[in-house]
């Protein structure tokens, strides 16, 4: 199993943490972790995923904050360095989003970023 406590180079808010937990707490697999990854694509070059997936592989760096488990791999783990992931609840809709500092440029939608 990972080192469950890496350095700090993504933080969570209360908010995605109390949101994550509350999803994890529904899940029937124990082992679920809220998986964040960067891939290329969206409109401004960079995009980001949001997954629950149970398996934790070589590269990846696990992020725990009481029952709320997040999944990062290293190469995400480079563009998101820094980064705080929240969870937003407004008129319209509720998300996780990314305030990535590494992040020149970004889309309306904030799903996507360029360097």
Do not use: W
């Not at 080192?3 to 808010?13: E, G, R, V």
């Not at 290329?40 to 725990?64: K, N």
């Amino acid at each position: 199993m990972p080192d469950m406590s890496p350095a700090p180079q993504i933080n969570l808010t209360s908010a995605a943490t109390a949101r994550i937990a509350a999803i994890l707490s529904r899940d029937s697999a124990p082992d679920m972790k809220l998986r964040i990854a960067v891939a290329g694509g969206g409109c401004s070059g960079f995009q980001y995923h949001f997954s629950f997936d149970p398996e934790v592989t070589g590269d990846d760096l696990v992020y725990q904050n009481g029952a709320a488990r997040v999944v990062v791999d290293e190469t995400s783990l480079g563009l998101l360095a820094g980064s705080v992931i929240d969870f937003v609840e407004d008129m319209a809709g509720s998300s996780f989003q990314i305030k990535n500092p590494q992040a020149k440029t970004g889309c309306g939608c904030g799903n996507s970023f360029s360097m």
